[in-house]
Structures are given as C-alpha cells and as structure tokens.
C-alpha cells in the first residue's frame, strides 16, 4: 500500500507546489515570526508548524485519522527537495499564494 506522503509527492506536488512549499519554509529561515503556514491543494492540505517543527499532511478526501500523516519539518522538506530534483528543477520557489 502506498503511504500517504507518497501519494502527495505523485499526485500532488509538481513543481508548482514543490515551489510554494519550499519557499515557504526558506521565507520562515528568514524570518522566524510566522508559527505556522497552511496550504490548501486539490486534495491534500499541508500545515507548516515551524514552531512544532512538524509538518502535516492531510488527505481531505479521508477525513479519518488515516487521511492524516505528521513527519519532522526537515525530513518532509528533504523529500521534496529529492523528489524535485529528479524530476524537474523547482523554479521561483518563492512565488505563489499560500492560505
């Protein structure tokens, strides 16, 4: 079966959405007053717990606990990271708008 997080990164995050998350987290490395930063998608939402140092993936399809999966912030943005550069370049990631 295929775990939640893998599902996001296929279906999900292209590059666009890499680029909005990963921006994100480089926008809070400068600037440490922002708790937290949500992003609504498709069918997954990602919550950015900087304070926590989580990060939170929710299928919103699957209101269950099972459409939910918690990991540690730099191992979700070290997936992210992988997974766009074997694919393509993520470009501008500070661009876009986030909830």
């Known amino acids: 079966m295929v775990s939640l ?3 996001f990164l296929k279906e999900e995050a292209d590059p666009h959405v890499r680029g909005l998350i ?12 922002e ?19 989580i990060a939170v993936i929710e299928d919103v399809l699957d209101p269950a606990f099972s459409g939910e999966v918690r990991l540690q912030l730099g191992e979700f943005v ?3 990271s992988q997974e766009s550069s074997e694919g393509t370049r993520v ?5 876009g708008l986030a909830k």
């Open 22 to 33: 990963l921006g994100a987290v480089h926008e809070h490395e400068n600037r440490s007053d």
């Open 91 to 95: 470009k501008n990631p500070g661009s």
């Open 5 to 7: 997080l893998e599902q």
């Open 78 to 80: 070290r997936r992210l």
């Open 35 to 53: 708790a937290q930063r949500k992003f609504e998608f498709n069918r997954f939402e990602v919550t950015l717990d900087f304070i926590g140092g």
